[in-house]
């Protein structure tokens, strides 16, 4: 069981920047594909940016692109979403999540994971 705790929300004003991070309990984490997700108030949770197992490859969703960064260190069993550019639209519960499956190239769909953080707010002023 891969527990995982997210940390680095809080309130931001528009143009700034965030980092979140993702802090794994268990060591397969390192074998495992993970994600970002986010949920706005009243909103479907949406896909932010994936990374595949090993950090070779990286996708993001439109709205992150050229602006969010992910990011994975194996050894430390941690994963990072540096958020630039930052607006009042990315205000949201932000969710890191870990694949299912073993040595995976990421995925933008959430029956693909199945550990979940508990999520952190992130609040953007304008």
């Known amino acids: 069981q891969v527990q995982l705790v997210e940390s680095g929300g809080g309130l931001v004003q528009a143009g700034g920047s965030l980092r979140l991070s993702c802090a794994a309990s268990?060591?397969?984490?390192?074998?495992?594909?993970m994600g970002w997700f986010r949920q706005a108030p009243g909103k479907e949770r949406e896909f932010v940016a994936t990374?595949?197992?090993?950090?070779?490859?990286?996708y993001y969703a439109d709205f992150a692109k050229g602006r969010f960064i992910i990011s994975k260190d194996n050894d430390k069993n941690t994963a990072s979403l540096e958020m630039n550019s930052l607006n009042p639209e990315d205000t949201a519960v932000y969710y890191c999540a870990s694949a299912r499956e073993l040595w995976g190239i990421g995925s933008r769909r959430e029956e693909d994971y199945a550990y979940w953080g508990q999520g952190t707010q992130v609040t953007v002023s304008s």
């Open positions: 268990e060591r397969t984490f390192s074998n495992r594909a």
């Open positions: 990374i595949m197992w090993s950090g070779l490859a990286l």
